[in-house]
């Protein structure tokens, strides 16, 4: 089983202290979702054309690879469409050059009113993209996320993009235990096919709260299961949401509970 973290749990860490903690902790990668404030690729002072060298230097002295990078990039709002497309366009020759092979995008959320419209659009967006991107190696990842977290408003834009070689869907596990609790297999079977990585967090389903791993409702050990049996071979990137919620416990604590919770499922 391969084990990353997103960087959204280690806010305050420079990018240094990642790598290092990844490393003594056992992870074999690390997701890019933000170093110490900033949150685009291009900007990032470690992806930087300058840093290259000293970059690829640290990753291969501490065995550790960056398994993906999670943009901003959403496509339902007419009004940032634009500017998702282009975020992810600068963010493409970033992750070629250093061998980053995912970049994450939303959906994102869509009303009764809009939903085709709004579907339209992430297929539109996602398009682009993947035809942008063709042939560097860099895949576009869909997140399940927002109203995009279901089978049927899955599914279309599924069908839409599944020709690109470079498309694929994020499971997180926890964005569709909001709709389908226990009958994750029913979610699964549709995904299967796209999957090229997945994001683990735990919550309590009465509220939504997020929660220490196998303290909350979200069948860790039974999805975890069924995608390794499924032949999934990416990883397991745990999305520590400590920027968005601070409340939660230090990475300090998180990270390495994150490796001993699912060394113990196998």
């Keep these: 089983m391969k084990l990353s973290f997103s960087t959204l749990g280690c806010p305050e860490w420079s990018f240094a202290q990642i790598l290092k903690n990844a490393r003594n902790y056992g992870y074999s990668a690390i997701e890019l979702r933000g170093v110490q404030g900033e949150m685009r690729a291009d900007r990032l002072a470690c992806l930087k054309p300058e840093n290259e060298a000293e970059t690829k230097s640290l990753l291969a002295e501490y065995g550790l690879k960056i398994c993906g990078f999670g943009s901003s990039a959403d ?3 007419p009004a ?10 600068a963010a493409v020759p970033v992750c070629q050059r250093m061998g980053i092979p995912n970049i994450r995008v939303f959906g994102n959320s869509f009303s009764k009113d809009n939903m085709n419209e709004a579907t339209d659009r992430v297929i539109a967006g996602i398009d682009a993209l993947c035809e942008f991107s063709k ?12 109203d995009f977290n279901t089978s049927e408003s899955l599914a279309p834009v599924i069908a839409a993009l599944k020709n690109h070689g470079n498309f694929g869907i994020l499971w997180d596990i926890a964005n569709s235990d909001i709709v389908y609790g226990d009958r994750f297999p029913e979610f699964y079977s549709v995904i299967r096919p796209y ?16 929660c220490r791993l196998g303290e ?32 939660l416990a230090e990475p300090e ?14």
């Design 195 to 210: 999957i090229r990585h997945v994001h683990v967090k735990d919550h309590f389903r009465a509220n939504g709260q997020l």
């Design 80 to 89: 940032r469409f634009e500017a998702s497309v282009d975020e992810v366009k």
């Design 135 to 146: 042939d560097t190696g860099v895949n576009i990842i869909l997140e399940v996320h927002g």
């Design 253 to 266: 604590v998180a990270f390495p509970e994150y490796i001993e919770f699912m060394n113990a499922l196998e």
């Design 75 to 77: 496509f339902h709002d």
């Design 216 to 247: 909350g409702d979200v069948p860790i050990g039974g999805i975890v299961k069924t995608l390794l049996d499924g032949g999934y071979d990416g990883y397991f990137s745990l999305e520590w949401e400590k920027k968005w919620h601070p409340e």
